[in-house]
């Protein structure tokens, strides 16, 4: 079954998007999910963006190979970046923080996942949904760093794999009482 009905979101264009992406992804964070509602994984994730690349409209976000996510992503035709307000910031730390491998999230967190389009997972309470096709992805090569100081974001020398996607809808909550 799919919670909750689509009709308490509407599709909007991401050009309308008034929020700060540095906000948003940096200070806000996102939940990535990939898989379909029968088997998936998310994970909070606060490196991203949005833009144009290839005269689309794109997202990108940073998996390490580490991450339980890391395969269902791989696996996946697509993903979907969900935002949410202030008030399940402790449900994003707990995404964040353990591994789908030991702990169902949704159910340790009370976020109820649903299907948005068949393979794409989000959760009802998010405020925002975008939903993407992947088109690319590349690993992060150390050598390139023409700061070598960054390098020092990977101690375990585990680093990220950048996906990016092509939005195909951007999703957004209806306000109560607004059809």
Sequence with gaps: MTHPPLTQFHQIDPKSLSDNTFTLIGDEWMLVSA??????????????????LWSRKVCWCVVRPTRHTYQFIEQAEGFTLSFFERKHRTALELCGTKSGRDVDK????????????????SFEQARLIIECRKLYTQDIDPTRFIEPALADNYPQKDYHRMYFGEVLRCLLKQERGVA
């Design 106 to 121: 949704a159910a340790a967190t009370g976020l109820i996942p649903f299907e948005t389009s068949p393979g794409l997972v």
């Design 35 to 52: 898989g379909g509602l029968a088997h998936y994984n998310t994970m909070t994730a606060n490196w991203g963006g949005f833009g144009i």
